[in-house]
């Protein structure tokens, strides 16, 4: 075992708990149910205790009725699954925490009714007026996080926090804005901490001494809502009341949400700034967060002195087993976080969490990869495609012990991923294919570049399966056609510069001139990088869409929001001196006619056009399947199947899961049925 990571693989007592490293997987809402832990968890939580994390803490759990999110503590019912799953993960010596949660005025009763909260002020997101809790009220919360805490006790886990920040109840509390109470718990510091000071005393007095206690705070993205210096003050008030045995910082809450979890347009650490702040002059252990994604990223934060432990959250749904590879000194087969949201944030929007880079989360007993075994007939098995999709299938049947070939028409794999990589503040995507070509090379993947195969070449092979990932193209403006209104023909003057995103990219040699019209069908990261490329050329951009809202199928991850904080911030250049650029969004729309310096455009269901001045115009509509193979390979009866955008166009969370579904069922045809469409 390697010395490199002294510091992360030393043990940390924690009040009466030691926990056997310092990587930490703060809690994350996974919504694999609504109530009560199941299997589902305990196969989660326990590759990722296998795979080395110190501690865990189960998600966000209710203690009350009045608001509900995931999971509830709110009755004994909860306890015999609760120690179903701490048994199982207290052999593999990993710790387990649970998180202790109210909503306050961000999440409503689980009746639909209104939530408690400090006052009747809605939160930025709320669809109602809470209820501003009576003295009565406060007192019964008080007694309910108790009882939950006896119930995390009782069922054999090792200690709790109350979340007391990201925007969320005890956040609204300790506010000098938000909470405008005039009794005990409004006003005075001493008043606004009461609160909190009596949860923590209730549970110190309910559960074992040996049951480790914290909390989860931080300041809000306002500063002037609580700031860093409100946060530090509680924090030194309540440790010197004895009632922490650490604390977990966190930044950000709803009127920036994405500051909690920021993507990859944020560098490793991002939170620290704040985090040092809200950490002076404190004793107890301190647990930090912020896009932290390997042990050398924990090793430095602690040889640094800013913590004491690390959280690698979004790193290890990634990769359950990235602690034990790097300290084994495999560091380079780790699949890597690549910080893009979509499935780890996105998919809770979508039902349940999941992961763009690793389609077995959450179906780690099903799915896991150490359940992958040597085929006992290995199958011939050619790939045609080295994108994302492609490279996963030949992954995965690498690892089961086939003979895989695979087929890539350009000299460089990665498919449209080496394009998506060169739009703004989206380079970190390029990450996941550059693994899966490390990976494909070290199993034993046959790979042929620069080879545009025909299906007589496929056929020459012999191949038991044919997997085609030969991706798509994208639709030019002679082509154009709206989903919204697919009947009307859109005037083009052969004069207008029109150009497809790859022509914007690759293009940089273009006069885009002072003013661009983005349109886009799709409402994914390809038109947001599209918008930034050319507000950072210095261009005033209007956004059209059919859509609603800026680019919704991304704005789940916060990464819209965080967009659009860069474009209204940003300075301009070239003509436009030190002014700032003007981005426009214009939703609900059409486009009418495209003319050489203009482009016109109605509202969906509006009369009245409107011209908006456009040097380039740029289409973002969906792209066309290129499957010609697969109807060749049909035709000549072999056993042939199309995935990702060779099946139909979407995004890397659907084509890295078909590959690995695809890969999959050729030793589970009952797999088939999950994801072939064909």
């Not at 002294?6 to 809402?29: C, D, E, F, Y």
């Not at 860093?228 to 009341?241: P, Q, S």
């Not at 179906?363 to 080295?386: F, M, S, T, W, Y």
């Amino acid at each position: 075992m390697t010395t490199r990571y002294k510091h992360a693989m030393s043990p940390l007592q924690i009040g009466q708990v030691t926990i056997p490293n310092r990587v930490v997987r703060t809690a994350h809402g996974t919504l694999f149910s609504r109530g009560d832990v199941t299997d589902v968890h305990t196969h989660y939580h326990l590759a990722r205790a296998r795979g080395g994390a110190g501690l865990s803490f189960v998600e966000c759990s209710s203690v009350h009725r009045s608001s509900n999110f995931s999971l509830t503590m709110t009755d004994d019912a909860s306890i015999p699954p609760l120690r179903r799953l701490a048994d199982t993960i207290r052999p593999t010596g990993m710790k387990l925490f649970a998180q202790l949660w109210h909503g306050g005025q961000v999440e409503p009763a689980p009746n639909g009714g209104p939530p408690w909260s400090v006052t009747t002020l809605p939160g930025r997101y709320s669809r109602m007026r809470p209820i501003a809790m009576s003295t009565r009220q406060i007192a019964e919360l008080v007694r309910a996080y108790g009882d939950a805490a006896v119930r995390l006790a009782e069922a054999g886990l090792d200690g709790a926090e109350v979340l007391a920040g990201a925007g969320y109840l005890h956040s609204l509390v300790l506010s000098p804005v938000l909470n405008t109470r005039t009794d005990a718990y409004g006003g005075s510091f001493e008043n606004r901490v009461r609160f909190l000071e009596e949860v923590l005393t209730e549970i110190r007095s309910r559960v074992p001494a040996s049951f480790a206690l914290g909390a989860r705070m931080g300041s809000s993205s306002d500063q002037s809502l609580l700031s860093t210096a409100d946060v530090n003050r509680a924090i030194l008030h309540l440790e010197g009341k004895g009632l922490l045995d650490y604390i977990n910082v966190t930044q950000g809450d709803y009127f920036y949400h994405v500051e909690r979890y920021a993507a990859m347009d944020k560098s490793v650490g991002y939170q620290m700034d704040a985090v040092r702040e809200t950490l002076k002059g404190v004793g107890i252990p301190r647990l930090v967060t912020g896009r932290f994604g390997t042990m050398d990223d924990v090793e430095q934060t602690l040889r640094a002195g800013d913590a004491d432990m690390v959280s690698l959250v979004r790193a290890m749904i990634a990769d359950p087993d990235l602690v034990r590879k790097e300290v084994e000194g495999r560091g380079t087969e780790v699949r890597p976080c690549i910080g893009c949201n979509q499935g780890c944030i996105g998919g809770l929007f979508s039902g349940r969490m999941s992961c763009a880079v690793n389609p077995t989360v959450g179906l780690e007993g099903i799915l896991g990869e150490d359940l992958i075994v040597p085929a006992a007939e290995p199958r011939k098995v050619v790939v045609v495609g080295g994108g994302p999709a492609g490279m996963e299938a030949a992954r995965v049947a690498a690892l089961a012990g086939h003979k895989v070939t695979l087929f890539e028409a350009a000299p460089d794999l990665g498919g449209q991923i080496n394009l998506a990589s060169h739009l703004p503040h989206n380079h970190g995507i390029g990450d996941i294919v550059k693994w899966q070509e490390r990976e494909i090379f070290r199993l034993g993947v046959e790979v042929n570049l620069s080879s545009y195969v025909e299906v007589d070449e496929v056929l020459a092979l012999n191949p038991d399966i044919v997997i085609l990932a030969t991706g798509s193209m994208s639709v030019g403006a002679e082509e154009l056609v709206q989903t919204a209104a697919p009947h009307l023909e859109v005037p083009i003057d052969g004069a207008a510069q029109v150009l497809t995103p790859e022509d914007l990219i690759v293009g940089n040699h273009r006069d885009l001139g002072k003013t661009a019209v983005v349109f886009d069908d799709v409402g994914h990261y390809e038109a947001i990088g599209c918008c930034e490329h050319l507000l950072e050329q210095g261009l005033d951009v209007t956004y059209v869409t059919r859509h609603t809202t800026f680019a919704p199928e991304i704005d789940k991850t916060g990464r819209a929001q965080a967009a659009l904080r860069r474009f209204y911030r940003m300075d301009g250049s070239h003509d436009h001196g030190n002014a700032p650029v003007s981005f426009r969004i214009c939703g609900s729309s059409l486009i009418t006619t495209i003319r050489k310096g203009e482009v016109e455009f109605r509202p969906l269901d509006g009369i009245h056009p409107e011209t908006v001045p456009a040097d380039t115009v740029v289409l973002v509509t969906f792209r066309e399947a290129f499957r010609e193979l697969w109807d060749d390979c049909e035709a000549a009866g072999v056993e042939v199947y199309a995935i990702g955008d060779a099946l139909s166009a979407r995004d890397l969370v659907v084509a890295i899961r078909e590959g690995h579904l695809c890969a999959r069922s050729i030793d589970n045809p009952d797999l088939m049925a999950r994801w072939n469409n064909m």
